[in-house]
């Protein structure tokens, strides 16, 4: 690290919104000032989407600090986080932008407050390119749990593509003591459960019924949770979690036109399923959003994913720039060993 500016290429790795998602959130956890370039230079639209730019204010208003150059299509910003943190914060994403993605960069900024920080967000809970509301709630939450965090969020509104129009309510409390990850499965012991969310116009058509008659079709056994619930925009989402021990593995799907829900489900399941028959620990989506996590831990942690996906290589460099971290990636077969090596 170094005592002034610290220069990121938002081109790194897949080239999107990861790199400055997890630069501002270790800037703000470690007060330390950020510019970013090259903002999403690999998307077809480089530059801030409503959702990164919200991101980056939400972030000036929980620390107190400053930013320039947040303008939609901006490629360059620089952010300088305030001394301060807020308990209690609210933000309106304004369109069908992710809100799931937009609570990762909060949620780093928050992983050594002593505080519990409530924050309500609205926008779109289960939208294209995002992890849907479920898989936070009974995914990356629950391995955040394995780490000493305590989260819990309630969903009171889903926003579905294109109006958004959803609301969450996420309450985050950090631990003393951020703990390593060595995650382990015992697949005989495996609960496996189905998350569904569909909006109300859907209700008639059984398309929730429909999506875990999928799953089953795969795993048999699965306990289904189906909502049905008023939205502003038609829409329905799947989540598919296996909790072992000391893990959670997930896997997610949204509702498409012209393709049967029953398709649907049974492919979330299936992609479930290959990740536990290959001996996996850590599926491909959460294995980003764990890393910054496990390099603020005390001790090395370990984990198996299927593979490490663009969003992951992008976070892990950009983490060495704000941290004394290593990590050693081993690919064995289809499975990917990571093992993050903090230097405290």
């Known amino acids: 690290m170094t005592s002034g500016v610290i220069t990121i290429d938002g081109s790194l790795g897949e080239g999107g919104g990861q790199a400055l998602r997890t630069a501002t959130g270790l800037a703000a956890l470690l007060r330390k000032p950020v510019r970013v370039d090259n903002i999403r230079a690999g998307r077809p639209r480089p530059g801030l989407a409503r959702q990164h730019l919200v991101g980056v204010k939400a972030l000036c208003r929980l620390t107190g ?19 301060g943190l807020k308990t209690r914060l609210e933000v309106d994403v304004g369109t069908a932008g992710s809100v799931t993605l937009v609570i990762q960069g909060l949620i780093l900024a928050l992983a050594r407050t002593e505080s519990r920080v409530r924050m309500a967000l609205r926008g779109g809970t289960d939208v294209p390119w995002s992890p849907p509301f479920n898989y936070f709630n009974h995914v990356l939450s629950p391995q955040l749990a394995t780490l000493g965090f305590q ?13 958004g129009g959803g609301e969450i309510e996420v309450s985050f409390r950090a631990p003393e003591d951020i703990e390593p990850l060595q995650a382990a499965l015992s697949p005989g012991k495996l609960d496996v459960r189905a998350h569904v969310l569909a909006t109300e116009d859907l209700k008639k058509a059984r398309v929730a019924e ?8 795969i795993f ?24 072992g021990t ?8 949204l509702g498409e036109k012209g393709v049967r829900a029953e398709e ?13 028959k ?9 294995a980003d959003q764990l890393l910054p996590f496990l390099a603020l831990a005390g001790a090395p942690s370990t984990f198996l994913a299927p593979r490490l996906t663009g969003h992951a290589k992008t976070s892990m460099e950009v983490i060495e720039r704000f941290l004394s971290v290593r990590f050693e990636v081993l690919q064995t077969g289809n499975v990917t060993r990571v093992t993050c090596h903090p230097g405290n």
């Open 278 to 286: 290959a001996g996996c620990t850590v599926d491909e989506w959460s």
């Open 246 to 253: 000391r893990t959670v593995l997930g896997a997610d799907a």
């Open 65 to 83: 600090g400053h930013a320039e150059g947040l303008s939609l299509g901006s490629t360059s910003i620089s952010f300088h986080p305030g001394p």
């Open 151 to 163: 989260v819990s969020s309630r969903l009171i509104r889903p926003g579905f593509y294109p109006k």
């Open 264 to 276: 649907i489900g049974q492919r979330a399941a299936r992609q479930l399923a290959e990740s536990l």
């Open 210 to 217: 429909r999506l875990v008659r999928g799953v089953r079709s």
């Open 220 to 243: 048999p056994q699965v306990t289904a949770r189906k909502e049905y619930l008023p939205g502003a925009s038609t829409g329905c989402s799947l989540v598919v979690s296996a909790s």
